[in-house]
Nanobody, 119 residues
C-alpha cells in the first residue's frame, strides 16, 4: 500500500505560480498512474490531470490546460503539479491520488493541500 503526502500549497495572488509536490512511500509508485484532483468549497471534486505510470501520457482538464504541468520522478517517488497564471477559480484543496490498476479507479489518496488564489 502506498501513502501519499501533498505539499506546496499556500496563498498566492492572481497570475502567480505554485508548485505542488506529492511524496509517495510504500507500494509500487512507479507502476501506478497518478492523478491530481481538486475540490473547491461547496463543489464536487474534479480531476485536474492524469499522468501514466511512465509519464508518457498526460491528460489535463480544459480548465487548467496550458497553465498547469504535471510531471513525475519515479526514482524519487514524487509527483508534481506546476501551476502558473493562477486564477481565483483555482482556489481549492488539491489532492494527489494513485491508480493501482490503471483503470481510472483511484485506490490511494493524500490528505490534500490548500491553494488559495487572491484577487
Amino acid at each position: 500500500q502506498v501513502q501519499l503526502v501533498e505539499s506546496g500549497g499556500g496563498l498566492v495572488q492572481v497570475g502567480g505560480s505554485l508548485r505542488l509536490s506529492c511524496a509517495a512511500s510504500g507500494g509500487a509508485f512507479s507502476s501506478y498512474a497518478m492523478g491530481w484532483f481538486r475540490q473547491a468549497a461547496g463543489k464536487e471534486r474534479e480531476i485536474v490531470s492524469i499522468i501514466s505510470w511512465n509519464g508518457d501520457h498526460i491528460h489535463y482538464s480544459d480548465s487548467v490546460k496550458g497553465r498547469f504541468t504535471t510531471s513525475r520522478d519515479n526514482a524519487k517517488k514524487m509527483l508534481y503539479l506546476e501551476m502558473n497564471n493562477l486564477k481565483p477559480e483555482d482556489t481549492a484543496v488539491y489532492y494527489c491520488a494513485g491508480d493501482r490498476a490503471g483503470r481510472g479507479t483511484y485506490d490511494y489518496w493524500g490528505q490534500g493541500t490548500q491553494v488559495t488564489v487572491s484577487s
